[in-house]
């Protein structure tokens, strides 16, 4: 059974969460604060967090670091907070995903679902995505129908691609493909993603594959 930890000082947040996944099998465990949080998450070991930023003695960000300083447990962000620096920084922090309150409960279990299938080995990570019309073999860096793609192509899709249903960060996506001093170069950002629809989505204006989650960064959604 997948234990989940979940973080909120609202209590009525705490119950229906609690009510909901109890009611579709996960263990769950609640923390009302940010140093709860942690000692919880130390002793339990779930397999998943859910963390609200805005706590009374920590900040939510300030929880991400200090989980990341020994677990890669995926953590999930529900929060009031809208603006884009705020999920930026939590993203940057080591959250896996970021959903804004109010919510919809069937949004945040298929964001669940997401992370949760990307917990497993190495071994299972997928050796092909489909794209469109296009089968993606990652292993021999091969794309089906004679697409070819450039090595900056190849690595910013297979980022992606490895981590399906998964918010990479722009800052994440810059560091890996292009290195820290470039950082700041959004624009490389919209043009390699711009190449990369137009070879692979059958609508390069409407993606439904290749997503831009706008001041945030991209997804692969299979």
Request: net charge negative.
């Amino acid at each position: 059974m997948t234990r989940v930890l979940v973080v909120d000082d609202e209590p009525q947040i705490l119950r229906a969460l609690r009510i909901n996944l109890v009611a579709r099998h996960y263990e769950v465990a609640v923390a009302p604060d940010g140093t709860a949080a942690l000692r919880q998450a130390a002793d339990w070991h779930p397999d998943l967090v859910i963390l609200d930023l805005g706590l009374p003695d920590l900040d939510g960000v300030d929880v991400i670091q200090g989980l990341r300083g020994w677990t890669s447990v995926p953590i999930i962000v529900l929060s009031g907070r809208t603006g884009s620096p705020d999920k930026v920084d939590a993203l940057d922090a080591g959250a896996d995903d970021y959903v804004t309150k109010p919510f919809g409960i069937d949004e945040l279990l298929a964001r669940i679902r997401a992370v949760t299938r990307r917990t497993g080995s190495a071994a299972d990570e997928p050796a092909t995505v489909r794209v469109g019309e296009h089968v993606i073999d990652l292993a021999t860096k091969t794309v089906s129908g004679g697409v070819r793609l450039t090595p900056t192509e190849w690595h910013f899709l297979e980022l992606l691609a490895r981590n399906p249903g998964k918010l990479i960060s722009q800052r994440q996506l810059l560091n890996e493909v292009w290195g820290s001093s470039y950082v700041k170069e959004t624009h490389y950002l919209r043009q390699y993603m711009a190449q990369l629809r137009r070879k692979l989505e059958r609508d390069p204006g409407h993606p439904v594959h290749l997503l831009t989650e706008p001041g945030m960064g991209y997804r692969f959604q299979p």
